[in-house]
């Protein structure tokens, strides 16, 4: 039986820049699927506190499929099934940004929603009384205290976001399980490249956590 300490862990020091693309493509997804996701969800949460029913029936749909339904079998069904329908494949990476941006949003609108719902009644029927209109209460009054309260479960969101990148792989978003993959199958160091590749999500997720945490206090303290 073979201790960690007889595998070849200098060895990886010749494959950082490739996984260093392969954290690059992790952090874009993530990011900027994420922005798509905090639009989408403010727009889906929003609506799923709308007195219009068809409104709130879209936004209810959206919601419950896709949390209904793997971040994996989305991916999948995007890259493989949609181009069957619409004659196009998209680039994997665009793909894996817009999977993330669509399953991070059906998620986000529900912390959007509970957020706004968390603040007292009391906070709209005071802007309304002062002569604001119910959408000028809402950006300017309402919206800014419930944003406070999203903030936490934001952060919580982004880090879960992060880790399903791994599940990109599978449509060939070069991201940083694909760039692990591809090393340990040519090289066959399976032990040190994955162990690498662990090493680097956690180091994302702790600090993540360190800076969510952070903010988290100074809330508190300017509450």
Not at 58 to 75: F, K, N
Not at 95 to 113: D, Q
Not at 191 to 207: D, H, N, Q, S
Request: charged share 15%; net charge positive; glycine share 8%.
């Amino acid at each position: 039986m073979r201790s960690l300490w007889d595998f070849n862990w200098v060895g990886v020091l010749e494959f950082l820049p490739q996984l260093g693309v392969g954290l690059l493509y992790t952090l874009l997804v993530s990011v900027v699927g994420l922005v798509i996701g905090f639009v989408l969800g403010a727009i889906f949460g929003l609506a799923r506190l709308s007195r219009f029913k068809i409104v709130y029936a879209i936004a209810s749909i959206y919601i419950e499929v896709i949390r209904g339904t793997p971040l994996l079998v989305q991916a999948i069904w995007l890259f493989f099934a949609l181009p069957l329908i619409i004659k196009y494949t998209l680039p994997s990476v665009l793909a894996g940004i817009i999977v993330i941006g669509i399953n991070s949003g059906a998620y986000i609108a529900e912390i959007v929603r509970g957020a706004v719902q968390s603040i007292d009644k009391g906070q709209m029927e005071a802007g309304r009384s002062l002569g604001m209109s119910h959408h000028i209460t809402m950006l300017k009054v309402i919206w800014p205290q419930a944003f406070k309260r999203m903030i936490p479960p934001l952060g919580n969101q982004f880090i879960i976001s992060i880790k399903d990148t791994s599940l990109l792989s599978v449509i060939l978003v070069p991201e940083l399980l694909f760039q692990g993959r591809t090393i340990a199958s040519n090289h066959f160091n399976s032990v040190e490249i994955y162990t690498t590749v662990a090493v680097f999500y956690l180091a994302i997720t702790l600090t993540l956590s360190f800076v969510l945490r952070r903010t988290e206090k100074r809330l508190e303290l300017r509450a």
